[in-house]
């Protein structure tokens, strides 16, 4: 199914619903294939047996109401608060507590070991909390200062 056809609305229950070129309605979750490194290419309409009804190459293709029904639902499903600055770490041996800001707000987390920070890339890492929430820093050379030095601490 072409993108620019692409019929999509929300049903009364809040669900993604997409409309086939034969007319048919059918329930879909929206898949990002690489949600850290292209989060907004490579997305795949999934019904719920769990068989692709369509490909979105890259989500700025899609009209505005489409593109905005697509991306919240991406939003709600990919939980991955991005850190913007580690403000303290309660002490450079684990476990330890980091307060941090993120994209979403202000959080605490508790990192159980130095192996669960992980280089994606050269500026990129996921840092997993003891809650299982997964944290990226998208790019390191974007920290601040003060951010870079607590975190080396680590690498």
Known sequence: MSTLNLQLVRNPFGRLI?????GAQEEVVPVCAFPIAAPEKGI?????????LA??????DLPDTQRRLVGEELASREFVPEIRTINTISSFATPSTW????????FALVLKGEEDIRRLSQSMLMI????????????LTR???SSRKLLDCFL
């Open 18 to 22: 997409l409309t086939t070129a034969q």
């Open 44 to 52: 795949s309409l999934v019904s719920m047996d769990g068989h692709e």
């Open 55 to 60: 490909w979105i190459e890259r989500l700025a």
């Open 99 to 106: 307060q941090v800001d993120t994209d979403r707000g202000p």
């Open 128 to 139: 997993a909390d003891n809650n299982g929430i997964h944290f990226l820093v998208r790019d």
């Open 143 to 145: 920290l601040d200062r």
